[in-house]
């Protein structure tokens, strides 16, 4: 049996994998079969985004501070969704996710409440994509990650272009993913860009140098502007973008070949 640092509270298993709750002092954690961290809880106040990449991926609301509609591509323990919850009472909110042994644990074991604002469907992000693209979203969080890391067909070509055909004419996409194959990185920086036409831009993270977020507003705000937005953010919900503001940095794909 796998090796946590903390206790095994809960296992689930899924065909070949299991989906581990792990209790860790004050925190809480979601395992896909590996030590990776899928998913984190501050169990005093689960509406807390406690790893550092879904506070980056949450800059998208320095470009649209107030969304009404977001679409997230993977649950996982449903730290995005409990956010967005609380903190914007007039968002409605989407959330693909594949896996309905997932979605059970966060509301069993994450505190992921039923809400009205919130529907769950599981099934293939990029299934879901095709089939709705009559709805338009202000934000586009894509978090879809298995155990051996990003899923792949979210970096599809008709994927992406069914993500940027949802997005609204003021709507950001935000995307998890990794940098550590400099060559499949480059790749998807390429088809991203080729998809969506418009600037990409990265935000490097101190937790794990390895993981990055990808950034595409199809709005050009000013910096001070982004500060504003930033700073009434952290009033409304405590999130601390500036940080992660400083380390917004446009990437040009030829630079992505490089890494």
Known sequence: MRQYNGILIHRSVVGEDNLDVVDSGSFRSLHFDSASIQSRLLRSDPAELVIEYTQAMMLALAYQPAPRRVLLLGLGGGSQARFLLKYFPDCHIDAVEISPSVSELARRFFYLEDSERLCIHHMDGAEYLRTHSEQTYDLILVDAFTRDGPVDSMFEPKTLNAMYRSLNKNGVCSINSWKDDP??????????????????????????????????????????????????????????????LKNLAELEVNEASKQ
């Open 183 to 244: 060559y499949l990185y480059a790749a998807s920086c390429h088809e991203i860009q080729a998809a969506f036409a418009r600037p990409l831009f990265d935000i490097s993270l101190t937790d794990d140098p390895e993981n990055i977020v990808l950034l595409i507003p199809m709005q050009t705000l000013a910096t001070k502007q982004l500060l504003r937005n930033s700073k009434h953010i952290q009033k409304q919900t405590g999130l601390k973008l500036l940080k992660h």
